[in-house]
């Protein structure tokens, strides 16, 4: 009987903690999006601490994660890292490749913004190859798009603006397939900007042209009014 009311006893204080630990991370990810960046850090930090050693290791990698993202957004890219990298390696141990496949985009991201562009190379091959792995749902695909798109980005930052060009077409490719007009249309005024620069004039109008033909109505009849203010 003893042994049970001790099971119990730890069976309710792990309950509990489960509950605050998860309490205080979505406080954490709501000062996150908020742009309270010192609570967010704060409360993800408790998060973490709380959920140390429980069972619930997949709130704790969240929390984790909007540690590193609170810290990154304040431009402290040591903490960030340290914070991501934790995550990182809980969503390995967990088998979350989608999970893992995202914190290894904004490891990457991280790595880009401090010029460390091997390791940030190395954190978008990581994800694009867990991706392949993974069956081809529209989260999965937006994801590669995304991954592919900051992949693009990371070969301009390199002084290589033609080796972009394949993943921008890629990502555009798939925004195409998803319907996401968004990311489209900013893919193809990438990929013109590009084909321009390098005297690729009609491939540079072509992408142009697409881009303006996914725009919605409202926003070109916005562009025209503008275009009328001009003197002739």
Known sequence: MHHLESALQIFTA?????GVGRSLALMGEIHRTQGHGNRAQAYSQAAATVLENTPAQRDRAQALTCLGLAHWAEQDCAQARQALEAALHLYQSLKAPFEEGRVLTWLGQVYAGQRE??????????TLDLYLLLPSTR??????AQVLTRLGYL???TGRPELAIAPYQDALERYQRLGDGVGGRHLARCLG???EDQGRFTLALDYYQQALADMPSATLTQLSLRCDDFPA
């Open 155 to 157: 070969c301009e930052q």
């Open 193 to 195: 900007r590009l084909h």
């Open 117 to 126: 562009f091997m390791f940030a190379l190395a954190c978008y091959e990581a």
């Open 139 to 144: 989260e999965v695909e937006w994801q590669t």
């Open 14 to 18: 792990l309950q509990v903690a489960v």
